[in-house]
């Protein structure tokens, strides 16, 4: 990003929870920092999906979470990772995007694309998946 603009500044957050709670304080103070600052502010959590599953598995668990994320519900896409087992390693920096869009005032989110690593190998027996969803 900073090589497409010189003028963007990176506030990297890394979490290792998927706590609920942490995540939902945590998405309050960056609500309230994005809301403060008086700046346009670009969030951005980072993911992959489901890992080493079959493609099938993968894309019915992957569209789970990726329902949560859609109506914006950042505890429930935590659940979903639970429940489903969804390992998505940045579940809870996507359940933090989530929560604080939703608290500034976001109405929804579209999912752009989602592919998995079987797309180009051509072995769908274990995939690895990702997807892209916007906030607005």
Do not use: F, N
Not at 28 to 44: H, K, P, Q
Not at 89 to 100: D, K, M, Y
Not at 110 to 136: F, K, M, N, P, Q
Request: proline share 1%; net charge negative; hydrophobic share 45%.
């Amino acid at each position: 990003m900073q090589l497409l603009a010189d003028d963007v500044r990176l506030v990297p957050i890394v979490l290792a929870w998927d706590d609920w709670e942490a995540s939902r304080g945590l998405a309050t103070a960056l609500a309230r920092v994005v809301r403060d600052s008086g700046e346009d502010v670009l969030l951005v959590a980072s993911s992959d999906m489901t890992h080493y599953e079959s493609a099938a598995v993968a894309e019915r668990k992957d569209h789970h979470a990726i329902e949560a994320i859609e109506r914006l519900d950042g505890e429930g896409l935590l659940a979903v990772c639970r429940r489903e087992a969804v390992t998505m390693c940045g579940r809870a920096p996507a359940a933090v995007v989530v929560e604080a869009s939703r608290q500034l005032g976001a109405s929804g989110a579209e999912l752009v694309d989602y592919r998995h690593s079987g797309w180009v190998t051509g072995d769908d027996r274990e995939v690895v998946a990702y997807a892209g969803v916007i906030i607005r």
